[in-house]
C-alpha cells in the first residue's frame, strides 16, 4: 500500500471529521482561556469591582515590567534555559544509548540514579547541594548550570530511550559496510533518525531551565537574576497586577513558540531499499540518505 493511498484511508471522513475538529477547537479554548485574563490585566491601568473589563487601557504595566528589569531577566532565562538544553541533551542521549543497547552494568541501578533528581524534594537536595558547591568553590552561576543540568537529565535521557528502543543498529552497520567513517554515520544516519526524540528533549530541558526559581535563587545566591525571579518579587508587592500579568504573558512566549517547533520536526519518512550498481543495498530516508558516495 502506497503512502498516499495509506493516508486517504486513514484520514477523518464525515462526522468523525467534526467530532476531531471538535475535540481540537476545545483544547485550545481550554488551554487559551486562562490566558484571556492575563492578557486584560496586561493592558489594565484600572480594574475596579464588579466591572467585568478593566474601567482604564493603558501600558503602565509594561513600563512598570520594564522598571522591574523584565527584559533583561527575560534574556538571562532565555540563555540559561538554552545552555542547560545545549548539556543535558546530549548527556541524556549518551546515557539513554548505553542503558538501552546494554553499554553500562546494572543498567536499573543506573536507571534509578538518574531518577533520583525527580524523587527527591527539590529544596532539601538544593540545600545540600549547594553546601558541597560553596566548599569547593563553584562559581555560582556555574553551579547553577551544573545542578539544572542534573535536574534535566532525567526527562532527556528517558524520552530519548523511548527513541532508542525503536532505533535499528541495523543502519548504522550496513552505512560503515559501504564504507563510512564514524563522523559519516553520526552525521548522515543516526542524527537524522533520532533528531525529533532530541527536539524533545532539548525542549523539556529548556524547560526545566526556564521555569525554574528554587536552584537559581539557592544556589545562585542572587547573582544570576532571571524572570521567574522577577515575577516572584513583583508577585510578592501590592499594585503590581499589571507588570506581573505583562511578566507572567511574556513567560510564555518561548515554550509555546518551541514547542510549536518541536511538534512541526518530523522524522524521516519510511526508508526504502535501492540497489546500487554493485548489487549493495542502500537505505534512503528524507532526513539522510546513505548514497554510493558515503564512502568517499
Known sequence: MTGANASTLTSPRGPGRII?????????????????????????????????????WGVAGL?????????????????????????????????????????VPFPRTVS??????????????????????????????????????????????FV???????????????????????????RRVHLPMIAPALARAAFLAFLVAWSDYIVTLIVGGGELVTLPLVVAGAAAGLGNDSAVAVMSLAATVPPVVLLVAVLGLRGPRPSRTRRARSGVPIVESSAGRARGGIAA
Request: proline fraction near 8%; hydrophobic fraction near 60%.
Open 20 to 56: 476531531r475538529l471538535a475535540a481540537t477547537t476545545a483544547l485550545v479554548v481550554w488551554f487559551a482561556l486562562p490566558f484571556l485574563p492575563l492578557a486584560m490585566w496586561s493592558f489594565a491601568d484600572a480594574w475596579s469591582y464588579p466591572s467585568p473589563v478593566p474601567t482604564m
Open 63 to 103: 513600563q512598570d515590567a520594564a522598571g522591574f528589569g523584565a527584559l533583561p531577566a527575560f534574556g538571562r532565562s532565555v540563555l540559561l534555559g538554552l545552555v542547560v538544553a545545549a548539556i543535558a541533551t546530549p548527556l541524556g542521549a549518551l546515557a539513554a544509548r548505553a542503558l538501552t543497547f546494554g553499554a
Open 112 to 157: 534509578a540514579l538518574l531518577l533520583a533528581p525527580i524523587a527527591l524534594p527539590p529544596f532539601a537536595a538544593v540545600l545540600g547541594v549547594n553546601v558541597v558547591l560553596l566548599r569547593v568553590h563553584v562559581p555560582s552561576i556555574a553551579g547553577v548550570v551544573l545542578v539544572l543540568v542534573v535536574m534535566a537529565l532525567p526527562y532527556t535521557a
Open 160 to 186: 530519548l530511550r523511548a527513541a532508542y528502543g525503536s532505533y535499528d543498529l541495523s543502519f548504522e552497520e550496513e552505512a560503515r559496510l559501504l564504507g563510512a567513517g564514524r563522523a559519516q554515520v553520526m
